[in-house]
RNA sequence: CGGGGCGUGGUGCAGGGGUAGCACGCCACUUUUGGGAAGUGGAGGUCGCAGGUUCGAAUCCUGCCGCCCCGACCA
């Protein structure tokens, strides 16, 4: 491609507050912003996201997948039958055709494959696949956010395993835990993958593969020792052990103007930690349907984390409970405790559950209860983890302090079960001639979010540096001033690389070498190939990688030099893709267990 | 949805009751050509939208819309 024919220029400057890797794309070129999280791609943008395309194809190709594709829009009653059309907030968009017939933007496609398989799987000769698509999905999230890192519209690939049984589902799972470190590190990308949430997929155990960055939007909790590895959202520490002293009667205790922890613990003197404190919530079990009061316990120097209360009780909307609706449970707020109170459910975190003779709310204002005792104060109340896990916190398995660092999810995996199956009648008959559910499996990366993680971790002051696997362009091509011979030159070797299916950006714009140097700086090629009057005072060409120092080879030798070191940027990314990808078959034994 | 910020030529920004500005970019010509060149001339803006106050509103008031950031959600 010649710069002067390419559609979409460079800008000197982009918005102050943005991430850095996503104003370095936008002042690149690579795409224009729409709306809040909605983009168009522009010419390098889009070749770029072709190569990762390229790359997602090639993987799950090499794990037995077959690409199909399913349509963005899907009619109401699919999503019906799930039961999701309840279960999912405002995300999914809803809307009518003109009959009034209930259709959605696709979100994902479980719904889609499981109805897909109760046609087209009807024999245990029919399973095991693995169908995959790379496709637009529209999410309406209350906030887009990171330029690529968080859009509503953005193509996703996404997968699906179809297995007779668990261990069948286990299999695909591996093979797509193998993969998914294989494509990150194609594309340059350092990730690990961490136990994570369940979330709206439902479904029993999922990863998420995240990209570590301090910029990143995610909480996740490693251990150096044992290599634990979690999202916030499901993280624990260990326990301590549990109490052993005496079970005391309950005692109230006037507490006038005590109304949060750090009050009442002041006055009665003690330590936080020994107080159930004790938030409440008001959840809805579906869209739209009755709300109810949550009683969430945690000791009192911990905080609530709402993603972990949200999967301890199923809720589909959770909020904090107004006082109204506290005072109309029995409640008194800021003296809340489940002691006498019917009807609200009560979830507990399990370090509560060991301890002995705390102090929690009597339920009337200005009064406290001594000697809480969970399991004979609270006889209903669920044990779940609850709280979000600090840094430093024994890990789970070992015992040795936890690290807390930032991450972006890169894609994730999830064991689904046969919950789809069942909604959609996905059966087929085993050799006894038995109808059984189909097991599936949901495995997703999302493509943008995998461009703005490689700008991320591959760029510096000039712009990008993106690994050759997926620059838009190979090559960027440099001519200098407007001598004949060099323009004549510069003409003849970007003739010459293109019919060898290098793929080359060249500059022949008559702009002075500063602004093109910058510009090609900027775009990120990973080759820069000049040729100006002082190179061919040299001898001939100059090559310089873009992170590299430039030097100078011959005119005959140009076009064979050229390549060369693209095939060296090529090893080189290839020898940094193995070495990522080397003990990975250990990693998925010691993480989802058994052998590979 | 809560909190904060911002909407002014293509891009990034200043201005803040009385003539709409700067830099970059763009167009033409001339001189330039190894790290975002110089000169001369030029084009380009309903100041987010709608009401209101005022002799007069980009500027003040009200409402709405949009975008960004921090939280609650996810690839």
């Known amino acids: 491609m010649r710069a002067t024919q390419l559609f979409g220029n460079t800008l000197r400057s982009a918005p102050e507050g943005e991430l850095e ?10 795409l224009q912003q729409l709306a809040a999280g909605i983009f168009s791609l522009l010419p390098l943008g889009t070749r770029s996201m072709e190569k990762i395309r390229r790359i997602l194809r090639e993987e799950m190709d090499g794990i037995g997948g077959q690409e199909i594709s399913m349509p963005v829009v899907h009619p109401g009653e699919l999503w019906q039958r799930s039961g999701r059309w309840q279960k999912v907030d405002q995300t ?48 309406d999230e209350p906030r887009s956010r990171g330029g690529l890192v968080r859009t509503r519209e953005f193509v996703m690939k996404d997968s699906y395993s179809l297995d ?44 998420e593969f995240m990209y570590l960055t301090e910029v990143g939007e995610d909480t996740v909790l490693f251990c150096s020792n044992c290599g634990y590895a979690a999202n916030q959202e499901v993280a624990e520490a260990r326990r301590p052990d549990p109490e052993t002293g005496e079970v005391l009667p309950l005692q109230e205790v006037a507490t006038p103007g005590s109304a949060t922890v750090a009050e009442v ?22 869209r739209g349907g009755p709300g109810e009061l949550v009683l969430a316990l945690v000791p009192g120097d911990s905080e609530v984390n709402l993603a972990k209360l949200r999967a301890a009780t199923g809720a589909v909307e959770l909020r904090a409970a107004t006082p109204e609706e506290i005072t109309a449970g029995g409640g008194a707020p800021g003296y809340m405790s489940p002691v006498g109170l019917r009807g609200a459910t009560v979830v507990a975190d399990p370090v509560l559950g060991g301890r002995r003779n705390l102090v929690a709310g009597a339920n ?77 499996g949901s495995y997703g990366i999302g493509l943008g979010r995998m461009l703005a993680c490689a700008a991320e ?66 775009r990120g090629m990973p080759l820069r190939v000049t040729v100006s009057p002082r190179s061919l005072e040299a001898g001939g060409v100059e090559l310089k990688r873009r992170q590299g120092t430039a030097f100078v080879v011959s005119t005959d030798d140009a076009i064979a030099a050229t390549r060369r070191e693209l095939t060296l940027l090529e090893e080189e990314l290839e020898r940094w893709m193995r070495e990522r990808t080397a003990a990975v078959d250990e990693l998925a034994a010691a993480t989802l267990g058994g052998r590979s």
């Open 164 to 207: 007779r049984d668990p261990a069948g589902l286990q299999h695909a799972y591996r093979e797509h835990f193998k993969a998914y470190f294989r494509i990150a590190a194609r594309a340059g990308i350092p990730v690990a993958a961490v136990l994570s949430d369940v979330g709206m997929m439902g479904g029993g155990m999922a990863h």
């Open 364 to 440: 009337r204002e200005g009064w406290h209860l001594r000697n809480f005792n969970l399991d004979r104060d609270a006889p209903g109340a669920t044990l779940a983890p609850l709280t979000s896990v600090q840094a430093g916190e024994p890990c789970p398995s070992c015992g040795h302090p936890l690290d807390l660092r930032r991450g972006i999810e890169f894609g994730n995996i999830f064991q689904l079960g046969t919950d789809y199956s069942q909604a959609m009648g996905a059966t087929y008959t085993d050799e006894a001639g038995r109808e059984q559910l189909v097991v599936m």
């Open 457 to 522: 971790e591959h760029h510096d002051q000039r712009g990008l540096t993106l690994p050759i696997s997926i620059a838009p362009y190979a090559v960027a091509l440099i001519s200098v001033g407007t001598d004949p011979r060099v323009v004549r030159l510069a003409d003849e070797i970007y003739a010459a690389l293109t019919a060898l299916g290098v793929e080359v950006l060249y500059d022949d714009r008559e702009l002075s070498p500063g602004v093109k140097f910058a510009d090609s700086d900027l």
């Open 21 to 30: 890797s996503h104003r370095l794309l936008l002042r690149a070129g690579y």
């Open 92 to 139: 999914l968009v809803r809307f009518q055709d003109r009959r009034g017939r209930d259709m959605a933007l696709a979100m994902t496609h479980e719904e889609v494959v499981a109805d897909l398989t109760a046609t087209q799987v009807s024999s245990y000769r029919d399973l095991p696949r693995i169908v995959y698509q790379i496709q637009t999905k529209f999410r």
């Open 265 to 286: 613990a002041a006055l009665l003197g003690v330590d936080p930690s020994r107080i159930a404190k004790t938030v409440a919530y008001w959840a809805e079990r579906s």
